[in-house]
């Protein structure tokens, strides 16, 4: 097997895994409440990672922290696992999985306006438009297709799923700041994500009735969406030739958790959610081929 195809083999694992969360996180939510979720699926993911890197040989790495690697840490921690699940978690909780899912994926347009004051880029012609036709895609989804009345299904859901997009984006900017090994980097972010989680149940109803089955969905997003498959996406990125050929990929994504969602959740596909996934996608991969920012990450 060739690096590329190894590089296929990687990323269409992690494709598969990420089409599932939207599920995943819908089904959890019936026994756990949001931060209850986010909190045992940050534990578990970050248990995971340091299975990684025990796996890779880097633990060495971790003795080489020093404070400002820390002071970075806490900072992206705050952002992401805390911040962005903690918001995104709860747009699941009152959107359907299909709003919230496809929603989310608007961050790589946020990326693009937090990029002109944070990068001090500048926006071409293309990219405005590429906004405008992702921006109409939220609308069809939100309104599910009314756009004569222009009645949102549940304005503060959609509010919350396209806000964690800027929590996303902000924790990508930053992130690209910080020269530490990925894993590394990442382990470190979800320890203090975690003890931020964890801050934030005991000014809450603290951790409530464990849920046998809310744990075994907080471990498969554990696993799924916050560890293992970002370890696969990341080996993808490495072993191909191009990041362009597997980063493409990711537009399949959005399309197979529809499908997931209506197999496991039973939930109706509208036709207004697929238009206004096509035309969030589509703005995504204009703003893409106008070359303004190469994506090499994902987000759910």
Do not use: C
């Amino acid at each position: 097997m060739t690096s590329q195809q190894k590089a296929y083999f990687y990323a269409v694992a992690a494709i598969l895994s990420w089409s599932t969360i939207a599920s995943a996180f819908k089904i959890s939510l019936r026994y756990f409440d949001y931060l209850q979720l986010l909190f045992f699926a940050s534990l578990f993911s970050t248990f995971v990672l340091f299975i990684i890197i025990i796996f890779q040989k880097k633990v060495h790495l971790l003795k080489k922290t020093q404070r400002r690697d820390l002071f970075s840490s806490a900072f992206l921690g705050f952002l992401n696992p805390f911040l962005y699940y903690f918001v995104l978690l709860k747009a699941y909780s009152i959107l359907k999985a299909q709003e919230a899912g496809t929603l989310n994926y608007i961050w790589p347009i946020t990326l693009v306006l937090l990029s002109i004051p944070f990068l001090r880029q500048k926006i071409r012609w293309i990219s405005i438009v590429a906004i405008v036709i992702s921006f109409l895609g939220i609308v069809i989804i939100s309104t599910e297709g009314s756009l004569a009345t222009l009645e949102f299904s549940n304005p503060f859901g959609v509010a919350l799923a396209v806000g964690s997009s800027i929590f996303w984006a902000l924790y990508w900017i930053y992130n690209m700041k910080d020269k530490r090994d990925e894993v590394i980097k990442l382990f470190t972010n979800f320890i203090f994500g975690t003890i931020f989680i964890f801050i934030a149940i005991l000014f809450s109803d603290g951790l409530g009735v464990i849920s046998f089955r809310g744990l075994a969905g907080a471990l498969y997003i554990g696993i799924f969406e916050m560890g293992l498959t970002y370890f696969l996406w990341l080996k993808a990125l490495q072993l191909s030739e191009n990041t362009a050929k597997v980063s493409n990929l990711v537009y399949f994504s959005p399309f197979i958790s529809l499908l997931i969602i209506n197999i496991t959740i039973g939930e109706k596909i509208l036709l207004s959610t697929i238009a206004g996934l096509i035309l969030i996608i589509g703005g995504i991969i204009l703003q893409q081929t106008s070359g303004r920012i190469k994506m090499e990450h994902r987000k759910d």
